[in-house]
């Protein structure tokens, strides 16, 4: 009888084990306000809110959430037509895609933030809810905007795994053929409990293209050329970027396929993967972007412009962009990126040497 108990005793602790590492995914879950669908597994949580353009708003590891989220925002759905462009854009956070390129000089550029169809509510479907691996889809509006195209995106999570696949698909809803890249934007907190400060102890890193089409490996988009919060570092062939309350963006022809955010204050390290295509066209030549939230002054439209400071925005983009592709009416491109996180320092992440590493069929 004994021998019973003990065998039936391991079989439910296996099974629970089995049960608390399963993924799954849920709908309806609240994140500060908003309504999201939740993937989950034993230590990585993404909630993805579909009601403000689909957007990722949230990606923890191990209790420990990785993007900035508006506090002034949180849970608020404005209406379209209250976020329709730039001068009454709400940022509300997390991670988006647009179109790329952005400016305002011509028909080919895209004039945003914001947009009618990039801001709209998403539709979702969830095509795995649990097991070894979970997948939803979300799929914006197919009524065009400016760019003429519509965004959809599949995410997957394996069971045991930090590693969040994404699979960005835009097609060309026009009747014109359009030229545009998948541009994903990701707003990484660099807020610290004192809001007069900042974590200085978290750094943004990107590798250097040893045969970068700039001398210095990268180029000043917007604010100082000699901002304090660029330091490439040319010894090890890497542009580290830390937050120095400096309004700015630079754009890097990154090839190495791989950026990371290393926060020592949490002794955890995000990585985002991204695959490279060397000799096609990318918007603003660059594989990859990175803005600085700050004080300061820049150009925006053509027109001198000063940020000034706010504690509660204090925030790094990770900028990944995919080539810019030329689509006939109803055609469709596919740019596949990953996330993950790690415990410890950049040293500690392994495989890094391989780049954007696909998703296992």
Known sequence: ??????????????????????????????????????LSNANTEVWIAPAIGGRIIQYAFQGHPFLWTNPELAGKVFPV????????????????????PQGWDTQEQWPGPGDVVIEAPYT????????????????????GGWAGVQFSREFTLRDGSSRLYLLTTMKNVSDRTVSWGIWSVTQMDFRAKNEKTWNDRARIIIPLNLK?????????????????????????????????????????????????????????TFVQRFPYFPGQKYPDNSSFEVW????????????????????????IEMEILSPQVTLKPGESYSFPTSWEAHRGTLEQVKDLGKGYDPLPQ
């Not at 296996?14 to 995914?25: M, Q």
């Not at 037509?81 to 988006?96: H, S, T, V």
């Not at 210095?216 to 090890?236: C, I, L, R, T």
Request: hydrophobic share 45%; proline share 3%.
């Open 81 to 100: 037509e209250e976020n329709a462009y730039m001068e009454i854009w709400k940022n509300y956070g997390g991670d988006k895609i647009w179109p790329a």
């Open 124 to 143: 979702y479907e969830i095509l795995k809810a649990k097991g070894k691996e979970v997948k939803v889809r979300i799929t914006g509006s197919a009524a």
């Open 212 to 268: 970068s089409r700039w001398p210095e490996g990268f180029h000043v988009m917007f604010g100082q050329a000699s901002s304090f919060n660029w330091k490439p570092d040319y010894d090890k062939r890497w542009m580290v970027v830390t937050y120095e309350n400096l309004v700015g963006k630079i754009g890097l022809d990154a090839s190495a396929g791989w950026a990371a955010l290393e926060d020592r204050a949490a002794n955890k």
């Open 292 to 315: 600085v939230a700050g004080k300061g002054e820049f150009i925006h439209k053509h027109a001198l412009r000063v940020a000034p400071d706010d504690p509660k925005g204090r925030l």
């Open 1 to 38: 009888m004994k021998k019973c108990l003990g065998f039936a005793w391991v079989a439910a602790a296996l099974l629970w084990s089995s049960a608390v590492w399963a993924a799954r995914v849920e709908d309806n879950v609240s994140y500060q306000g908003w309504n999201c669908l939740k």
